[in-house]
């Protein structure tokens, strides 16, 4: 005879309502405490684990199929298609010219190529341009000088104050730093 103080019922039990009292007493001798269950029911349905199961037993095949073909290392080939160039290449249809659009639009690239010459001829944009050449030869010789500095502390490069006695690099170094304006 089965405890009362079982944790659940064991997978074949069914839930229904509680028999007549007269069936009870068998029920309880027969089953083992639990109500007894209609055969039809214990059979239509096997348990959620199982179903999960099943799905993934089936679903293992095209798995394994869908993954051989992604890891395979054969090339695809296009087939009959592999020889012809795409749509892309096909011209598309003349679209009607309309002699007022394209009289506006030659008037705005006439217009555009005028602003761009005057532009171009501008005493601003001379300025700026000059003054980004001065301010890019600047700061190559910044960069250069920062460089020439760190290879003089670290002992590497063109500047370096290697075979130098430790006074003679100091002074090397500070000579660097002021000709850069750091110190």
């Known amino acids: 005879m089965v405890s009362s103080a079982s944790f659940g019922p064991p997978w074949p039990t069914c839930i229904s309502t509680p028999p007549s009292s007269a069936t ?5 001798t027969t089953t083992g405490g639990r109500y007894p269950c209609n055969n039809s029911v214990l059979h239509s349905s096997p348990p959620l684990i199982f179903q999960k199961r099943r799905w993934f037993e089936k679903s293992l095949l095209p798995l394994a199929a869908s993954m051989t073909l992604l ?5 695809a080939h296009a087939g009959i298609l592999s020889g012809f160039p795409g749509i892309e ?33 501008s005493p601003l944009l001379k300025e700026l341009l000059e003054k980004s050449k001065l301010n890019k030869e600047k700061n190559r010789q910044a960069i250069q000088d920062k460089y020439c500095i ?3 502390e670290w002992g590497v490069g063109d500047c370096s104050a290697e075979g130098m006695t430790p006074q003679e690099r100091e002074e090397f170094i500070a000579a660097l730093k002021k000709k850069a304006g750091i110190e």
């Open 150 to 152: 760190r290879g003089a």
């Open 24 to 28: 009870t007493a068998t029920a309880t």
């Open 71 to 75: 890891l395979s290392s054969y090339p």
């Open 89 to 121: 290449s096909v011209p598309g249809p003349e679209l009607p010219k309309i002699d007022s659009f394209t009289r506006f639009n030659e008037e705005n690239q006439k217009r555009y190529a005028e602003n761009d010459a005057r532009f171009r001829e």
